[in-house]
């Protein structure tokens, strides 16, 4: 069971193009961080597609 949860993860986010449970997004729509704390959580991940989808986010993606 575990294991379809995780492939139905995997699926949704590549097909459209959203992280589930994005933490960092989450507080940034939220007004709990600004742009420039984003940017911030997302530099040390800037070689990964997750960092570069909080980038992403930043800009309004």
């Not at 989450?26 to 997302?42: T, V, W």
């Amino acid at each position: 069971m575990l294991l379809q949860a995780a492939e139905f993860v995997s699926t949704f986010q590549k097909r459209q193009g959203m992280y589930i449970s994005c933490i960092e997004e989450i507080a940034y729509k939220r007004g709990f961080i600004d742009k420039e704390q984003l940017l911030k959580l997302a530099e040390p991940l800037m070689k990964t597609a997750y960092g570069q989808y909080l980038v992403d986010i930043s800009n309004g993606l």
